[in-house]
């Protein structure tokens, strides 16, 4: 690799040239660690005689686009691809395995995150808005077909399977307003807002508030600082936890019906609120669409008042109540599921060694069996994470196509043992007595792993 370097006010700084040999496709750029280099996200600084990368975060830097993609292709040259699958012309080569043949997850990537998005067929990113539309329809009418039959039959025996019913539909609506957040409902930006208002706030959940957090959290996510939900904590901060925090975070089953309290303060570190447009989570343009979803919140909560005055509280208490915390119980495990409990440590990142792409592939995949697509494939999680564009029915296919550019740094998922997912409920206890924080060996910092 050819290179010049300038003197710049007593710093030493390196530009260099790709090799003449170098990767066909004129789009795909890598760097040491594993991510695309270009003008807005790297510089290469050499202090004395050591060169180091620095990576910039990308807290807040993309208003239009989940994963940066769109910002970067301003930066890139134009790729005349014709085929639906463009395959990599250069060999990937994996890093080397240790002598006990376990595989490091924390070594640089030989990939790029344009390796990974040219593997996955271009008809996977196109937004299908009768068919997005057809599962609102779906998970709407067995909504309320669940409460009225519930109601119709009024026993003790059919009010628990009810709960346990409306309280998965409840999650699913939470995942197609998800999908509107993202924007991957639809091309129709006012439509994706109707959507996601009107899936979110029915339960109790503001959209705009949430959908710019989360886009923080997918922006950040396996960055131990700036990530905004289930971070890992260092063994300082746990312990400076107060012991109702401490246990309010780690110990089940509290831990599991925390979403509505993030939402009002957020995680253990951060404040906040996702009702108040003044929070730090916002920027003073977004104040009016916060103020739009928590006027639908309030909404919400006085039309659930008013039948409640109207029905009678245990009916509420049935129909609408017990469904609800149950619905935060799928929100939670799953989302805490996705990114903790493997069988090996999950690497998160700090500093320079994190980027985009290398946060997005520490999330895990999970198989959760007939649920699978009552809640629109969100299993599917790692490809949702590094492309949150693409449309949840075209999840799976777009995984299997990235697969062989992953190699091992996809973690299959365990399959189901049968239609109900009882294989997680072990992961997921073995994880909270364990993963109570991370020590500072497991926070990957300059490549030197944990």
Known sequence: MAGTMLAQGGRMSVSCAAPAGGVALPSLRSSKFGGDVSAFRCRNVAKGMKLKQQVVRPVGLFPSSEDGFGFLKRFQRPRTVEANVAVPT??????????????????????????????????????????????????????????????????????????????????????????????????????????????????????????????????????????????????????????????????????????????????????????????DLFVPSEKNEVLTSTACWTAMVALLLGLTVAAGPMWMLKLYVVPYWLNVVWLDVVTYLHHHGYDKKVPWYRGEEWNYMRGGLSTIDRDYGIFNNIHHDIGTHVVHHLFPQIPHYNLIEATEAVKPVLGKYYREPAKSPGPFPTHLFSTLLKSFEEDHYETESHFYEYGTGG
């Open 90 to 279: 250069r060999t990937l080569v994996m890093p080397e395995e240790k002598e006990d043949d376990s595989f490091d997850a924390s070594a640089p990537p030989p990939f790029t995150l344009s390796d990974i998005r040219a593997a996955i067929p271009k008809h996977c990113w196109e937004k299908n808005v009768w068919k997005s539309m057809s599962y609102v329809v779906r998970d709407v009418a067995i909504v309320f077909g669940l409460a009225a039959g519930a109601a119709y039959l009024n026993n003790w025996f059919v009010w628990p399977l009810y709960w346990f019913a409306q309280g998965t539909m409840f999650w699913a609506l939470f995942v197609l307003g998800h999908d509107c957040g993202h924007g991957s409902f639809s091309n129709n930006k006012a439509l994706n807002s109707f959507v996601g208002h009107l899936a979110h706030s029915s339960i109790l959940v503001p959209f705009h508030g949430w959908r710019i957090s989360h886009r923080t959290h997918h922006q950040n996510h396996g960055h131990v600082e700036n990530d905004e939900s289930w971070h890992p904590l260092t063994e300082k901060m746990y312990r400076d936890l107060d012991g109702g925090s401490r246990t309010g975070r780690l110990t089940l089953p509290w831990a599991m019906f925390a979403y509505p309290f993030y939402l009002w303060g957020r995680s253990p570190g951060k404040e906040g609120s996702h009702y108040d447009p003044k929070s």
